[in-house]
């Protein structure tokens, strides 16, 4: 080969050469502009406000962090009777949004369809036995491997106050219930879409009103006189908090509470706990 031809070669060859650095240039700086969120094999992504994000069959709900912290825990004795208990948590998460229809349908499948008596997706899930609750709950964990579970009475409450950011409302977000709440007297008497109202200090939403979310069982002192629980042993009932879309203004205040035997009613529905 003349050298002529050699010199053309080679300044063809140190072209091609730095073409293709500089394609595999762009081609990792593309790279660098995805997405730093991670998904792992089960469903779970963490964001950039620290919720914790998971999908499961198509359906995505949040875990919102409730940093640990000391609070005066106020516990419902009578209709308008109240005792104070100062009450120490760890940080744990809790749904930012009650457990839809859609994410109910999503875990539970044909086992136990959706009892809600108002049909929507978007809303929450309602007419929900807590019996009921605790097989979601573990067909969850089943989906997830995470240890979902009910909040108790004091992480509800705590969560419902906004946490160590509190501003001291009388209702979960704010003092003024049309604001922050799905009640008896703006509902249409229905329930509605989830975080349609305005969140609390922790981003958490309709903590008060819309259906009220059960929470652990906890024993009121009554004792059993049948062979079948137990002579003298205590009485379990089932805890739910938050007012609810057919409530007063009253029982949307956050310290209300009330329990029965765990039957699903139309207004009751549940919020998840991790």
């Not at 009777?81 to 875990?107: C, F, H, M, R």
């Not at 240890?147 to 509800?156: C, K, Q």
């Not at 004792?223 to 879309?245: E, L, Q």
Request: aromatic share 12%; glycine share 10%.
């Amino acid at each position: 080969m003349k050298r002529g031809n050699l010199w053309i070669v080679a300044l063809l060859a140190i072209f091609l050469v730095g073409s293709t650095a500089v394609a595999d240039a762009k081609t990792k700086k593309g790279k660098t502009k995805t997405s730093t969120t991670k998904t792992t094999k089960k469903g779970k992504k963490t964001s950039k406000s620290n919720n914790l994000t998971f999908i499961v069959n198509g359906v995505k709900f949040e875990m919102v962090p409730v940093e640990g912290g000391t609070f005066t825990m106020t516990n419902r004795v009578g209709y308008d009777e109240y005792e104070e208990q100062s009450v120490t948590l760890d940080t744990y998460y809790i749904g930012q949004t009650e457990v839809t229809q859609a994410l109910w349908k999503a875990v539970m499948g044909d086992f136990i369809l959706d009892p809600s008596e108002f049909k929507n997706d978007k809303c929450p899930v309602a007419n929900v036995r807590y019996e009921d609750c605790i097989v979601f709950i573990y067909q969850l964990k089943k989906l997830t491997g995470k240890e979902f579970r009910f909040p108790s009475a004091a992480e509800w409450q705590f969560a419902a106050r906004g946490g160590n950011k509190s501003h001291g409302y009388k209702y979960s977000g704010g003092n003024d219930i049309n604001k922050v709440a799905w009640y008896g007297a703006n509902s249409a008497n229905k329930p509605h879409k989830v975080a349609t109202k305005a969140a609390n200090e922790l981003g958490i939403y309709d903590m008060s009103g819309n259906v009220s979310e059960w929470c652990d069982e906890y024993d009121d002192g009554t004792r059993s006189t049948s062979a079948k629980i137990g002579p003298g042993r205590a009485v379990p009932k089932a805890t739910f908090y938050n007012g609810n879309w057919n409530s007063e203004p009253q029982e949307c205040e956050i310290r209300y509470m009330d329990a029965n035997d765990g039957s699903g009613l139309p207004f009751i529905g549940l919020r998840l706990a991790l």
